[in-house]
Structures are given as structure tokens and as C-alpha cells.
């Protein structure tokens, strides 16, 4: 069965001597395996289609669980981030990050347009704001895989908030009301501009968002709220790529 598909390349893991194994979050079968052949040869016409951050149409052909590449055109290279050391370690974080969070062979649409926006807006992007992008691409990818935090109402008594409350409790997955604050715990606390950027990256696009002006001090509060929100819902992911972005 021949199949075709929109993917991007998140993961590649070379086999055999000129082998290549690629994971490929893709429009319509979610995140996939697919082994290609002598996709690493030099002028292979494979080579550009299917390397990593590679956006590309794949048409792919199905036998006994696995897939395997019969054609690829490149639709969009994002290899000139690989040029820049910062953005490229970023950008492996984002797509080691997708890869741990999609569900193979689950289409998720938001993921995959998130992705593409991702790389679109790096390939851009001032590194001064790659700490920035980061804290919105977690944001992002934590709506897309189901696991929002609730900034808008009470996560514990469901309260609307029209007075942003700078409680949030990680269990509780959400802003904790005033009134709650003494019930719930643990509690963290955070500076209300905090909040109100979180709710301000989920009501705008990515390339809106990573134009905004955040201090140190709430970036860090990001940072932190995110470390430990993203530990509770996703557990402990060991990628290998955060060890570049948080120690460099
Ligand atoms: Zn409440």
C-alpha cells in the first residue's frame, strides 16, 4: 500500500553503511519510523528531503508494520538553522520534545503546524529571543498534547479570575483563587505578569508572541514554572538535547 504524506524530520539514526532511519512527525499518520536506503550517499536526491528538520512530501509504502521511503521531494530545507550552533540546539530540543510527546501513528494536526511555525519563526529569530521561543514552544506543545494549564479560571473551585491571582498549583494544573490559596497545597507563587503572559502565548500566534518584551525576572519565573509543571504532566522525559540549551 502506497501512501502519501506531508512530515517533517525529528529524529535521524543512521544503520547499516549508508542507511538511514528517520522518525517523521507527519500531517496525516502522526509520528512515524521510516527506513529509507542510501539516503546518506553523497548526491543522493534523498539526502536533502530527508535530513533532519527537512520539511518534505513522503511517499511511503507499508509492509509487515513498518514503513520504508520510495519517494521524497523537499518542500521546505531548515538546514541554515543547523549553521547556527544556539538555534540548532534549540531546535533539536523542539523536536526531541515533539518526538517523546506524540503517540506514534496518532495524527495530531496542531503538533505538526506547531513544528512547521517553530521552524519557520528559527530560522529567523534573533538568538537573544531563543530563551524566550523555548518557554512559548513548551507553552504551545503543552496545548497540543492535552495538557493546558488553566490561567483563566480557579483550577480548584473554577472561579473566573478577573483579577489575575499569582497562585498556581502544579497538582491542581492551574491558578489557585485567593480563597483556595489557603486549602491548596503546595502553592508556588509568581509575579502576576507571569500569569498574564502565559495566558497572553495562548491567545496569540507563536510569531506574536516571541515579539514580546519579558523581563529576566519573568522569564525565569517561566523557567521555573514550566521545569516543574511539564516534570508532573510528562514526567521525566532525559532528553538529551536539554542538557545543551540549559548548560550552555
Ligand atoms: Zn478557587
Do not use: W
Request: proline share 1%; net charge positive; with cysteine.
Amino acid at each position: 500500500m502506497q501512501i502519501e504524506t506531508e512530515g517533517i524530520v525529528v529524529k535521524t539514526v543512521k544503520y547499516g553503511e549508508a542507511d538511514t532511519i528517520l522518525t517523521i512527525v507527519s500531517q496525516k499518520l502522526g509520528k512515524i519510523t521510516v527506513f529509507t536506503k542510501a539516503s546518506k550517499r553523497v548526491k543522493s536526491p534523498l539526502m536533502s528531503a530527508s535530513q533532519i528538520f527537512a520539511y518534505s512530501n513522503f511517499v511511503l509504502t507499508h509492509q509487515s508494520g513498518s514503513y520504508r521511503l520510495q519517494r521524497v521531494e523537499l518542500i521546505k530545507n531548515y538546514y541554515k538553522i543547523s549553521t547556527d550552533l544556539d538555534k540548532f540546539f534549540y531546535a533539536s530540543y523542539f523536536m526531541e520534545l515533539s518526538e517523546k510527546l506524540m503517540i506514534e501513528h496518532q495524527t495530531n494536526i496542531k503538533l505538526f503546524n506547531l513544528l512547521k511555525d517553530t521552524l519557520d519563526i528559527l530560522l529567523e529569530l534573533d538568538t537573544q529571543k531563543l530563551e524566550l521561543m523555548r518557554i512559548i514552544y513548551e507553552l504551545k506543545i503543552l496545548e497540543c498534547s492535552g495538557f493546558k494549564p488553566e490561567v483563566l479560571k480557579c483550577a480548584n473551585c473554577g472561579i473566573i479570575q478577573l483579577e489575575r491571582s499569582r497562585y498556581f498549583s502544579i497538582i491542581e494544573g492551574g491558578i489557585i483563587c485567593k480563597d483556595c490559596s489557603s486549602k491548596v497545597k503546595p502553592l508556588m507563587e509568581f509575579d502576576k505578569t507571569t500569569i498574564r503572559f502565559v495566558e497572553y502565548v495562548y491567545s496569540n500566534d507563536m510569531s506574536l508572541a516571541v515579539n514580546a518584551k519579558v523581563s529576566k525576572i519573568i522569564l525565569a519565573e517561566l523557567k521555573r514554572l514550566l521545569h516543574h509543571y511539564i516534570e508532573e504532566y510528562l514526567g521525566t522525559l532525559n532528553l538529551k538535547s536539554i542538557n545543551f540549551i540549559d548548560n550552555y
